[in-house]
């Protein structure tokens, strides 16, 4: 077994030093891992609110009972071994779905690395980044072009992705439109709309001095979302890149579709 191993002191340490998800990410491991590690040794963990304060305002950090007479250690397994236990598993429909659009030989999966007919809207939508670029002052109507909340640097490889998109969308028998609201949705061939959107992950930066201001600033993480009402999923950046996430999105929507 693929284990990370932790003394109590060191997981304490590193529980009020980092957030949890930047733990998980560091060492490969899952947050529940790390959460009940921590409840078996004993180690208080801080509520979320606790990451949103100014830096000066964490100082007031619990400290460790001494009264604890349990093991000193833990080990916690990385992803790749409850991967592999995993894929002992029977394939759920979702594994299945996404299976048989990736072996579809003439299903559209490969994103380009430059626009080549793109679809309609994806032609407006960098039409209308060229303008804003430019300062002309020239602007597509929004109920023409797609919603991205991305830095100016990344947008080809937004329009690149979204092209690739709407194009296997398309070749499965879906459309892809705008809401009487003006977000982008996806029309299924049975009739269910699924609300999609790409965005890029912020992170808060906080600045000292005469003032404390703080701004979010890009990443460079993607992150693709559908959703229905409540029943929402979200697709981020990490080891597997959206594009290469592509057969598995469109898994999702249509059985989200089917469960409707």
């Known amino acids: 077994?693929?284990?990370?191993?932790?003394?109590?002191?060191?997981?304490?340490?590193?529980?009020?030093?980092?957030?949890?998800?930047?733990?998980?990410?560091?060492?490969?491991?899952?947050?529940?891992?790390?959460?009940?590690?921590?409840?078996?040794?004993k180690i208080p963990l801080p509520k979320s609110k606790y990451w949103t304060r100014p830096e000066y305002k964490r100082a007031d950090i619990p400290k460790l009972n001494l009264d604890y007479k349990g093991n000193n250690e833990i080990g916690i397994l990385k992803k790749r071994y409850e991967m592999q236990l995993r894929a002992t598993s029977k394939p759920t429909p979702l594994q299945d779905l996404a299976k048989s659009i990736n072996e579809d030989p003439n299903a559209p999966l490969i994103v380009l690395k430059k626009l080549e007919n793109p679809s309609e809207i994806v032609s407006a939508t960098e039409k209308h980044w060229i303008n804003k670029f430019l300062n002309d002052g020239i602007q597509e109507p929004k109920s023409q072009i797609l919603n991205l909340n991305i830095a100016a640097e990344n947008v080809n490889r937004a329009l690149l992705f979204m092209d690739a998109f709407i194009?296997?969308?398309?070749?499965?028998?879906?459309?892809?439109?705008?809401?009487?609201?003006?977000?982008?949705?996806?029309?299924?061939?049975?009739?269910?709309?699924?609300?999609?959107?790409?965005?890029?992950?912020?992170?808060?930066?906080?600045?000292?001095?005469?003032?404390?201001?703080?701004?979010?600033?890009?990443?460079?993480?993607?992150?693709?979302?559908?959703?229905?009402?409540?029943?929402?999923?979200?697709?981020?950046?990490?080891?597997?890149?959206?594009?290469?996430?592509?057969?598995?999105?469109?898994?999702?929507?249509?059985?989200?579709?089917?469960?409707?």
Request: proline share 1%.
């Open 1 to 41: 077994m693929d284990k990370i191993t932790f003394t109590r002191s060191e997981l304490y340490t590193l529980v009020w030093k980092f957030p949890i998800v930047q733990i998980a990410k560091h060492y490969e491991i899952s947050t529940m891992g790390i959460k009940n590690a921590c409840d078996k040794l």
């Open 167 to 260: 194009k296997l969308i398309v070749y499965r028998g879906h459309k892809f439109g705008k809401s009487e609201s003006g977000f982008d949705i996806v029309t299924c061939n049975n009739g269910i709309e699924i609300k999609v959107d790409l965005r890029e992950a912020l992170k808060r930066m906080t600045r000292n001095g005469l003032r404390e201001t703080s701004e979010y600033i890009f990443t460079g993480d993607f992150i693709f979302r559908i959703s229905r009402d409540s029943n929402k999923k979200e697709w981020r950046d990490g080891r597997i890149l959206l594009e290469d996430n592509l057969a598995l999105i469109v898994a999702k929507l249509e059985l989200m579709a089917v469960e409707e």
